[in-house]
């Protein structure tokens, strides 16, 4: 069941939008998508749908730390550093600007992909720098990443858990597949990835209908109430 944590006005945009709660915890729990793959197919497939929709907006912004450490030396140790996963779009609600660099580009979100950009707030600028590249470990698997923006100053974001100041924090795209990956490991990256996403931000101004719409959507991909 559909339903909302919180519901916030948002200086921006002149909608609201909710948190969706996880509907699957309780109807066989995360698991099953690890184990089996059509049932990852109708995660997917309501992720996708989710992102498609017409009659609302959603986007996902999820805050995990993420682990990094310098290039070329397998023997650094990684240090972990507060991190927001957001899927594309997230700029037209949360919009953030820049002191330098740039922003995702559509092919930034897109899995399997050679290397993760970052983006950077202000305190971290002082020691690292736009074009420097990291090896980053990010739900269980490595990728090479590169740093290609850097926030202003007290950039914040409002969420459904309060305002979140990014001044000491990095942005990184959510990287979604559309087909089975075929490793092991790239698979359960997509399931972590995907059971992420449908935890996110719904804007609508006709909330009743956006849930219904919601629940349809559950219901066609055969996804657990």
């Known amino acids: 069941m559909i339903g909302p944590d919180t519901r916030i006005r948002n200086s921006i945009h002149p909608d609201y ?5 996880d509907m699957i915890d309780d109807n066989g729990g995360t698991d099953q998508y690890f184990d089996f793959p059509e049932k990852f197919q109708s995660l997917a497939q309501f992720s996708d749908r989710l992102f498609d929709e017409q009659s609302f907006d959603y986007v996902t912004v999820y805050e995990h730390p993420l682990d990094f450490r310098n290039s070329g030396n397998d023997q650094s140790p990684f240090y972990t550093v507060p991190a927001y996963i957001v899927s594309e779009g997230f700029q037209d609600f949360f ?5 330098d660099g ?5 092919s930034d979100y897109i899995f399997p992909n050679d290397s993760i950009p970052v983006i950077i707030g202000s305190n971290l ?3 690292y720098h736009i074009g420097d590249t990291y ?9 090479s990443s590169k ?13 459904a858990n309060g305002e979140k100041q990014l001044d000491d924090s990095v942005i990184v795209p959510l990287q979604l597949s559309h087909d089975i990956p075929k490793s092991a ?10 059971l992420n996403s449908i935890n996110g931000y719904l804007f609508t101004d006709n909330i009743n209908a956006a849930i ?14």
């Open 147 to 159: 740093i290609i923006g850097i926030m202003k100053p007290e950039t914040t974001l409002v969420l």
């Open 102 to 106: 740039n922003l995702f580009c559509e």
């Open 17 to 21: 939008y909710i948190k969706l709660v």
């Open 185 to 194: 490991e790239d698979f359960d990256f997509q399931v972590i990835s995907r």
């Open 125 to 127: 600028s002082t020691y």
């Open 95 to 99: 919009p953030i600007k820049l002191a």
């Open 135 to 143: 090896t980053l470990y990010y739900w269980g698997k490595t990728f």
């Open 212 to 225: 219904a719409k919601v629940d349809e959507l559950r219901i066609a991909t055969r996804l657990p109430p």
